[in-house]
C-alpha cells in the first residue's frame, strides 16, 4: 500500500488552544503512518521538530498530497487556512459544527454582509434575510445556529469525532464523505497517586475535589457548579471546588464570592502550565462539565480527564449523551440545575468507592478508545481513500476581502453591548484586552 501524504493545516505552538496541543500530539504518529508536511502560519507558528513544515504562503500541494485542515471555533486560530479550503479542497477535521466565531469573524466583524448571507442560505433558506439582521443585532444565540456548512461543501471529506456530529453533517449535506474517529489523546503509563498530589497542592488527603478544568466561558455553566458546592459545603467540610481554566472571564459577583465566604471551598487558577493542569487532573475525586453543548464539539479537556482514569458528572446534552454511563453521571438541567447538581455530588460523597469505580472504568475504556495511535491509523487510512475523491475549488465566503466599515463598526457596537449584559463592564474590558493580545501579528483590527 502506498503511504498517504498529508498537508497538515492547525494552529501550532506558540499558539494557547486545544487543537494546538491536540495537533502537536497527533503528529508524531501520523507522521509515522504518512509522509505529512505541516503548513505553518508564520511568523506566528514555529517549526516542529522532526516533521517536515512549509510557510503558508508557499504552500502548493504535491502530486496526490491530501489537505488535512483542523477547524476549530475561533477566527484568530484557525481563519489563516480558510482561503486554503477553497483553493485547495481536501478532509475537514470538524472540532465544532457551530463555529459561529470563526464565520462571523470572516464576515460580519469584517463587515461583509453578502458573506454572511452566503454562509447561512444553504441550511436557512428564506428565513436567511432574518436571521443575518437577528446576528447584526445580536438579538439571536448564535449558537444556536450553524455556519459550517461552507466549509462542510468546499470539503472531499469530513471527520468528526462524535455520532451526533456525523449525523448533523449529514443532514446537512447527505452526500458527504463522512468518518468518525475518536479524538486520541496521550495515555498516562500508570495511574499517579491522588493522595501525594493533594498534599502537594494543598488539599487534604481526605478532601473529595471536584474540578472544572474546561475553559471559561459563560455556556459552561461554571456558577451552577459553584452554587451546587456552596449549598453542600456545611455538610461536607471536605468538599473543594477547583476550577482550573482560562480563557475567559467570570462575573463580578461570582469573583467577589470566590474572593468572600467560597474562598477556601474554591480555587480557582487561571491558565496553568501542562504539567501543573494534568496534575489538577489526576488529584480530582471526579470532573465536571456542565455546558451547553450546542455545537456538537468534542471536549479535549473531558478526554483527557477519561484518559487520567476520572469519572464525571456531565449535563446529559449534545455529544456528553455518548460517553458510557460506566463512567458518567449525567444530569438532566431541568429548572433547578443546581440542586440535580448537588444531588449528585451528594450521592458521590456518601458513596466515596464511586468516585473510584468510575474512574476505574474511564481508564480502562480510554485504553481502547482513546489512543493516538488508533485516531492516526484511521486518519491516513480516510486521506488515502479520500484521495479519489474529485477536487472542486470554490470561493467560500468571507474570503473575499470585501466588507463595509459601517457595516463592521455596527457588528462590533452591538458585540459589546452583547459582551458587557454578560459579563459586566470588568469581564468586558478583560475579553476585549484578551482578543487584542490574540490577534496575530500584522492583522489590521477587525
Known amino acids: 500500500m502506498t503511504t498517504p501524504r498529508i498537508a497538515f493545516f492547525s494552529p501550532l505552538r506558540p499558539v494557547r488552544s486545544g487543537i494546538t496541543d491536540y495537533s502537536h500530539e497527533l503528529l508524531p504518529e501520523l507522521s509515522a503512518r504518512a509522509e505529512v508536511r505541516v503548513v505553518r502560519d508564520e511568523p506566528r507558528h514555529a517549526p516542529l521538530e522532526g516533521v517536515a513544515s512549509i510557510a503558508l504562503d508557499d504552500f502548493r500541494p504535491l502530486p496526490d498530497e491530501m489537505p488535512v485542515y483542523q477547524i476549530g471555533n475561533s477566527l484568530d486560530h484557525h481563519g489563516f487556512m480558510v482561503p486554503s479550503m477553497g483553493r485547495y479542497p481536501g478532509v475537514l477535521v470538524l472540532h465544532d459544527c457551530c463555529l459561529q466565531y470563526l464565520m462571523l469573524g470572516l464576515t460580519l466583524r469584517r463587515g461583509d454582509w453578502r458573506g454572511l448571507i452566503d454562509t447561512l442560505r444553504p441550511i436557512h433558506g428564506a428565513e436567511t434575510p432574518r436571521v443575518a439582521r437577528r446576528l447584526l443585532a445580536h438579538t439571536v444565540d448564535p449558537n444556536d445556529l450553524s455556519f459550517a456548512y461552507p466549509l462542510i461543501a468546499a470539503s472531499r471529506g469530513v471527520i468528526v469525532h462524535s455520532e451526533l456530529a456525523r449525523r448533523l453533517v449529514l443532514g446537512w449535506k447527505p452526500d458527504a464523505h463522512v468518518a468518525v474517529i475518536a479524538m486520541g489523546v496521550p495515555l498516562p503509563e500508570r495511574r499517579a497517586d491522588p493522595a501525594e498530589l493533594k498534599r502537594r497542592y494543598g488539599y487534604a488527603d481526605s478532601d473529595f475535589v471536584v474540578a472544572s478544568i474546561s475553559t471559561l466561558a459563560h455556556t459552561k455553566r461554571t456558577e451552577v457548579l459553584v452554587d451546587a458546592v456552596a449549598r ?67 471536549s479535549a479537556s473531558l478526554t483527557r480527564a477519561i484518559a487520567a482514569g476520572k469519572g464525571a458528572l456531565l449535563r446529559a446534552q449534545g455529544t456528553f449523551l455518548e460517553w458510557p454511563d460506566e463512567f458518567t453521571l449525567k444530569i438532566r438541567g431541568g429548572s433547578d440545575e443546581v440542586e440535580e447538581v448537588a444531588s449528585a455530588l451528594h450521592s458521590m460523597l456518601r458513596d466515596r468507592g464511586r468516585a473510584a469505580r468510575m ?62 449584559r454578560h459579563y459586566g463592564w470588568s469581564g468586558l474590558r478583560k475579553r476585549l484586552g484578551e482578543e487584542l493580545r490574540r490577534r496575530p501579528q500584522g492583522a489590521t483590527p477587525s
Open 232 to 298: 453542600l459545603a456545611p455538610e461536607h467540610p471536605g468538599l473543594r471546588l477547583l476550577i482550573a481554566g482560562g480563557g475567559g472571564t467570570l462575573s463580578a459577583d461570582l469573583k467577589a464570592r470566590l474572593r468572600g465566604p467560597l474562598a477556601k471551598v474554591v480555587r480557582w487558577t487561571g491558565w496553568l502550565p501542562a504539567e501543573e493542569y494534568n496534575d489538577f487532573i489526576a488529584l480530582a475525586d471526579i470532573v465536571a462539565d456542565l455546558r451547553f453543548a450546542k455545537g456538537a464539539e468534542t
Open 359 to 420: 474512574g476505574e472504568a474511564a481508564w480502562q475504556y480510554a485504553r481502547a478508545h482513546l489512543t493516538l495511535a488508533l485516531a492516526a491509523e484511521k486518519y491516513a487510512a480516510f486521506a488515502a481513500e479520500m484521495i479519489r475523491v474529485p477536487a472542486a475549488p470554490s470561493a467560500i465566503p468571507g474570503t473575499s476581502g470585501q466588507g463595509s466599515p459601517l457595516l463592521a463598526a455596527a457588528f462590533k457596537l452591538s458585540r459589546m453591548l452583547y459582551l458587557q
